[in-house]
C-alpha cells in the first residue's frame, strides 16, 4: 500500500462521503476514426508534461474546505490514451490528489489503455504507482475490423499486453469490445467475445459502435463500407448478455458485465447520481448538486491553468440541478442498470410516489416484455436495454 492512502476504518472516515475523481488525458498516438470524446495528436514534444502540470495545478487550486468531508474511493483516468503517461508523471498526480483528497485504503484506480503502448516495465510501474484496475481496449480480434476503427493495435499486441498485465500483478482488468463495427458478422463478434472471454477478465463493457457526425467514419461516403443490419446488431447484444450471464457474469449495467463484487466503482457513481470531480480539458463533474465541465481545448486550458485564470474562466458549462432535473437524471440513469429503481427508494428521495407517476406509462413496456416489475423494482430486461433510448424518451418529459 502507497503511504498517501489512509486506513478507511478510522471512524472519522466512516462519516465521509464517497467520492470518485476523474481525469480526461485529451492525447492519443492516432485518433481513432469512430471517437468523438475530446482528444488530439500531441503537437509539441513537451504537450503532455505542460499538460501534466496543468493537471496537478488544477488539482491544487481546488478548495480544502469543499472536499474536506469527502473520501476518494475511486480515481479514473480516461481518454485519449492515458497510458501515454509515463508511470512518473502518474505517480506525481496521484501523489498530487493524496496531498488534496482523503484516499480510501481501497481506492479503486482505473487506466484505460491502448494495448499498443503498454510495456512490462510500465505496467509495473503503474502498478506500483498506485493503479490497480486496468481496461485495455480490443474492440475486435480480427484484424480486419480493426483497421475499419483505425485502431493502432492488433489481436497479438492485445495478447500480450493482457498477459504482461497479469504479470505485474494486475488482478483486476476489464476488456472494451465493440460490435456494430463495419464488415463484422455475427460470427466474427462471437470469436472475439469467445477471444476476450477465454482469458478470464474481471469485467468486460461491451458498446455498441454509433458513428457519428464530425468523426472520420461520420463524413465517409456510406457506400464504402458495410455495417451489420440492424436486426444483427440485436442478435450480437442479446447472445453477448446470454454467454456472459451463463458464464458467470453479473450484467449490471446495459454495456457492462463484471465477476461478482467486479463491477467498477468509479463508472458506478455515474450511473447511481453519486457526486465526482472531472479535472482536465473536456472533463465533467457533478459535485455540490452542481454539473459542470471545463473547455474542450488544451491550449486555452493549459494556458487558463498555470497562469492562474479562476476556474470559473475556464468553464464550458455550469448548471445547477433543480429537483425536477435530479428525478429525470435519477431515473434515466437507475434504469441502465439491471438493478432498476426500487420504488421504495425513489420515495425516499424525492417524495413521490413512482408507482402513482410512472406506472401507466411502463405498463405497455411491461406487456412487451421490454420491462419488468419484480416486488417493488421496475427495470428494464435485456430487450428493453437494446431500446432503452426510446422507452426513457417516453417516461421522462424533457
Not at 504537450?47 to 478548495?63: K, M, P, T
Not at 512490462?120 to 474492440?139: E, F, H, K, M, W
Not at 475499419?148 to 483486476?172: M, V, W, Y
Not at 429537483?323 to 442498470?337: F, G, S, T, V
Request: aromatic share 12%; charged share 25%.
Amino acid at each position: 500500500m502507497n503511504k498517501f492512502f489512509v486506513d478507511d476504518t478510522v471512524n472519522e472516515d466512516c462519516k465521509r462521503q464517497a467520492l470518485g475523481i476523474y481525469l480526461h488525458f485529451p492525447f492519443c498516438r492516432r485518433k481513432c476514426d469512430y471517437c468523438d470524446f475530446y482528444s488530439v495528436v500531441p503537437s509539441k514534444p513537451w504537450q503532455i508534461e505542460e499538460y501534466v502540470r496543468a493537471l496537478i495545478g488544477n488539482v491544487s487550486e481546488i478548495c480544502s474546505a469543499d472536499v474536506e468531508d469527502y473520501l476518494v474511493d475511486s480515481i479514473f483516468f480516461g481518454g485519449g490514451t492515458p497510458s501515454l503517461l509515463s508511470p512518473g508523471q502518474m505517480n506525481r498526480i496521484i501523489v498530487a490528489l493524496s496531498q488534496k483528497f482523503r484516499l480510501s485504503g481501497d481506492c479503486e484506480i482505473t487506466l484505460e489503455s491502448n494495448p499498443a503502448t503498454l510495456t512490462p516495465d510500465s505496467l509495473c510501474q503503474y502498478r506500483r504507482a498506485g493503479v490497480n484496475r486496468l481496461s485495455i481496449g480490443l474492440q475486435s480480434a480480427n484484424e480486419g475490423e480493426l483497421c475499419e476503427l483505425s485502431r493502432i493495435h492488433t489481436p497479438k499486441d492485445f495478447l500480450l499486453a493482457f498477459h504482461q498485465a497479469r504479470e505485474a500483478g494486475f488482478d483486476n482488468i476489464n476488456i472494451d469490445l465493440m460490435y456494430g463495427i463495419p464488415g463484422q458478422t455475427f460470427d466474427s463478434f462471437m470469436r472475439s467475445l469467445d477471444f476476450a472471454v477465454g482469458l478470464n477478465p474481471e469485467h468486460l463493457s461491451v458498446y455498441g459502435l454509433r458513428i457519428e457526425a464530425g468523426t472520420p467514419l461520420g463524413a465517409r461516403d456510406p457506400s464504402t463500407y458495410v455495417l451489420p443490419s440492424e436486426e444483427v446488431e440485436c442478435r450480437m447484444y442479446l447472445a453477448c448478455v446470454d454467454s456472459l450471464k451463463k458464464l458467470g457474469y453479473n450484467h449490471y449495467e446495459i454495456s457492462n458485465f463484471s465477476k461478482p463484487g467486479r463491477e467498477c466503482r468509479h463508472n458506478s457513481k455515474y450511473w447511481n447520481c453519486e457526486p465526482y470531480i472531472g479535472l482536465g480539458t473536456s472533463a465533467h463533474s457533478y459535485f455540490n448538486n452542481v454539473r459542470y465541465s471545463y473547455v474542450s481545448d488544451i491550449e486555452v486550458y493549459c494556458a487558463g491553468i498555470l497562469s492562474g485564470l479562476p476556474h470559473s474562466e475556464l468553464m464550458a458549462e455550469y448548471s445547477e440541478i433543480t429537483p425536477d432535473d435530479r428525478e429525470r437524471e435519477y431515473i434515466m440513469l437507475r434504469l441502465r442498470l439491471s438493478e432498476g429503481i426500487c420504488v421504495r427508494r425513489f420515495a425516499k428521495l424525492f417524495g413521490r410516489d413512482f408507482e402513482r407517476i410512472y406506472a401507466p406509462r411502463l405498463a405497455p413496456y411491461i406487456k412487451e416484455g421490454l420491462v419488468y416489475l419484480s416486488g417493488s423494482r421496475y427495470a428494464l430486461t435485456p430487450d428493453g436495454m437494446l431500446v432503452s433510448n426510446s422507452i426513457l424518451c417516453d417516461l421522462i418529459d424533457f
